[in-house]
């Protein structure tokens, strides 16, 4: 096969097929599917990965239609489309990278009469070699340990107010803590009945993408599990308002809050999450009931991201479980793979950022926290995750600098299935010294 080539830019139609991996059905029995030759669906630079593509109709091989495909690395599309013979055997496809990163096979079937359907198959290539597009900026430690100190000099002001909780064995309440800015940490802490008789670990649990309040039910599972338990809602909104609160907060002042105040390190919006972790992490340490030793930080998508952040930020932070990360490698595409939700730099018509973002993104960059966490970590990964890429996962979970442990799921998109939470909370009992 010919190596390669590339052409800039996925269409956004591409992008969202990467989500389709396995079978697909046809109006009728007609499936589609595509599968490599290897479970793990990972190789080394130089292997060849080879896809077998099938067609059936209610279980019978199809041998009428056509077949066509083309390779991708989730940005640019790597080899175009090519035309298959459609066999009744299975059509294979073998591909080698050059480099490492994850490449998506999109296959898609045309019948003799009806609509074209597409399935998509992805495998990385010495997948943990895979590096950051960019280094962590000089200044990083400096900018983050002056942000630190600024809050430090925030006197903590907290509000804890009973809320009726799930467990009887368990209290919870609603917290408000103040931070900087106007947002204030604003969550559920709840703990063991009778809490003062022993020492607790603690655990923070950190929310996906969105506008909504906090959960009571994760704070109230932490603390069923011997543990004081604080999750807190990403935007320091109040908890527990009807859902048209949110929503009107979704539509006016939070409605790209991803994007908000890009362009300097100083006003870019995850600058006052990740502040919050920390001012979070300053409650649960100042509990006369917490043991001392362990903190562990749990989220998933951006909540993924803002675990690795605080394992980087805070060192009293001793494990993460992070799943499917977000805010990672915004700087992907400096060295061509693709960078992570939330796609913060844009960049023109030719290929080229705005330099501004680029640079401000760095200080936000959940990679680059990565490489100071020392943390006990465990990471799950999508194959199928086109909205936090998997090069742009193990960028990060390359330079954790502790423990660690991935969940490498290769039929999956983005997703925080029961069996990964299920394996994050068995993760964070095990973690506790």
């Known amino acids: 096969m010919p190596m390669p080539f590339r052409t800039r830019c996925l269409p956004t139609g591409v992008c969202a097929l990467l989500l389709l991996v396995a079978a697909v059905d046809l109006p009728s029995a007609v499936k589609l599917t595509v599968e490599p030759d290897r479970k793990t669906s990972l190789y080394a630079v130089g292997e060849t990965a080879t896809f077998t593509v099938r067609v059936t109709d209610d279980g019978r091989p199809v041998s009428t239609g056509s077949l066509s495909y083309i ?3 989730f940005l640019d599309i790597l080899v175009p489309r090519s035309q298959l013979e459609l066999s009744a055997k299975g059509t294979t496809i073998p591909f080698k990278s050059t480099k490492a990163q994850f ?19 992805s495998v990385g290539f010495s997948a943990l070699k895979i590096k950051p597009g960019l ?29 009726t909780s799930t467990d009887p064995q368990v209290e919870s309440f609603d917290l408000q803590v103040s931070c900087l800015g106007d947002a204030p940490v604003s969550g559920y802490y709840s703990r063991p ?14 929310h996906g993408a969105g506008v909504r309040g906090s959960s009571l039910g994760n704070s109230v599972n932490g603390a069923r599990e011997g543990m004081l338990s604080l999750d807190i809602n990403a935007h320091g909104l109040p908890n527990g308002k009807p859902k048209e609160f949110y929503a009107k907060q979704a539509r006016g002042p939070l409605a790209n809050y991803r994007h908000a105040g890009r362009e300097s390190r100083d006003t870019i ?7 919050r972790i920390v001012r979070a992490i300053d409650f649960l340490a100042a509990q006369p009931q917490w043991d001392g030793r362990n903190v562990i930080v749990i989220g998933h998508s951006q909540g993924g991201g803002q675990a690795l952040a605080a394992g980087g930020i ?3 932070v001793t494990a993460i479980a992070t799943g499917v990360p977000a805010l990672c490698d915004h700087g992907g595409r400096e060295t061509g793979q693709i960078n992570g939700w939330p796609k913060i730099v844009p960049y023109d018509g030719n290929g080229q950022p705005n330099k501004k973002v680029l640079q401000a993104s ?7 926290f990565a490489s100071r966490c020392k943390a006990k970590a465990i990471m799950s990964v999508g194959f199928a995750d086109s909205v936090c890429p998997p090069s742009s996962c193990y960028a990060a979970f390359n330079l954790l600098q502790g423990e660690k442990t991935i969940i490498n799921e290769p039929k999956m998109g983005h997703a925080a299935p029961a069996h990964i ?7 964070a009992k095990r973690s506790v010294k």
């Open 135 to 163: 280094p962590v900026p000089d200044d990083f430690d400096q900018f983050w340990k002056a942000q630190k100190e600024s809050l430090a000099r925030e006197k903590m002001q907290v509000e804890m107010t009973p809320v």
């Open 362 to 368: 760095r200080y936000i960059d959940a990679v680059n």
């Open 103 to 121: 490449l998506s096979c999109v296959v898609t079937y045309s019948p003799a009469t009806g609509k074209p359907v597409t399935a998509a198959s």
């Open 269 to 275: 919006y995850f600058r006052g999450m990740y502040l």
């Open 71 to 73: 390779v991708n690395n």
């Open 421 to 427: 939470k299920k394996a994050f909370l068995e993760f």
């Open 193 to 206: 009945l009778r809490s003062s008789e022993k020492k607790h670990p603690a655990i923070l649990w950190v």
């Open 314 to 316: 805070d060192q009293r």
